[in-house]
T-cell receptor, first 111, second 117 residues
Framework: DAKTTQPNSMESNEEEPVHLPCNHS???????IHWYRQLPSQGPEYVIH???SNVNNRMASLAIAEDRKSSTLILHRATLRDAAVYYC????????????FGGGTRLMVKP | DTGVSQNPRHKITKRGQNVTFRCDPI?????LYWYRQTLGQGPEFLTY????????KSRLLSDRFSAERPKGSFSTLEIQRTEQGDSAMYLC???????????????FGAGTRLSVL
């Protein structure tokens, strides 16, 4: 899977939107962009994924740049429970079944 | 459906001892994965099963590690002759077959934290 680059940490205020960036300049045409997050003392959990178009679900929105070299995970109203490490992962349909995690972004939410 | 279950949640052992962890996946999931996570790092893939067949193994999986999924349901991960460097969180995940790899969603358990003294 191609490499992703994320900031090590970010801070947000409760009830405000959060934009978590991910750079993936070497993305290939068959790579899907997946986001997982890991709450303290938990295993990772799936958040959202997309290919080219922006995606929304009940947890978050995913905005994908037109050239697909970057994407942004958007939490519309951060809560204290959103404090976690967020991982941006590229998955090629022709690659293996494993997930390749980077270091992720640690999101801190202030009350 | 209670999700992916891992036991024990914590294990403390002395160097040189053998340990075994168990993972019970979501019941209809036929794919099962093991990952290892050390402090401050993202999880690293160890191995993957489809039903009872072990289809992929990482180079991280030394010959002291063995994983089984005898009936295609629960899985065990055994570490023989543990070393201090084996101290980590061991995570299990499961997923449903039939989805394309690029869309495949993995569901993780809470992990087993191993401390080797």
């Amino acid at each position: 899977d191609a490499k992703t680059t994320q900031p090590n940490s970010m801070e947000s205020n409760e009830e405000e939107p959060v934009h978590l960036p991910c750079n993936h300049s070497t993305i290939s045409g068959t790579d899907y962009i997946h986001w997982y997050r890991q709450l303290p003392s938990q295993g990772p959990e799936y958040v959202i994924h997309g290919l080219t178009s922006n995606v929304n679900n009940r947890m978050a929105s995913l905005a994908i740049a037109e050239d697909r070299k970057s994407s942004t995970l958007i939490l519309h109203r951060a809560t204290l429970r959103d404090a976690a490490v967020y991982y941006c992962i590229l998955r090629d349909r022709n690659a293996g079944n494993m997930l390749t995690f980077g270091g992720g972004t640690r999101l801190m939410v202030k009350p | 459906d209670t999700g992916v279950s891992q036991n024990p949640r914590h294990k403390i052992t002395k160097r040189g001892q053998n340990v075994t962890f168990r993972c019970d996946p979501i019941s209809e999931h036929n794919r099962l994965y093991w990952y290892r996570q050390t402090l401050g790092q993202g999880p690293e893939f160890l191995t993957y099963f489809q039903n009872e067949a072990q289809l992929e193994k990482s180079r991280l999986l030394s010959d002291r590690f063995s994983a089984e999924r005898p009936k295609g349901s629960f899985s065990t991960l055994e570490i023989q002759r543990t070393e201090q460097g084996d101290s980590a969180m061991y995570l299990c995940a499961s997923s449903l077959a039939g989805q394309t790899i690029a869309k495949n969603i993995q569901y993780f358990g809470a992990g087993t934290r191993l401390s080797v003294l």
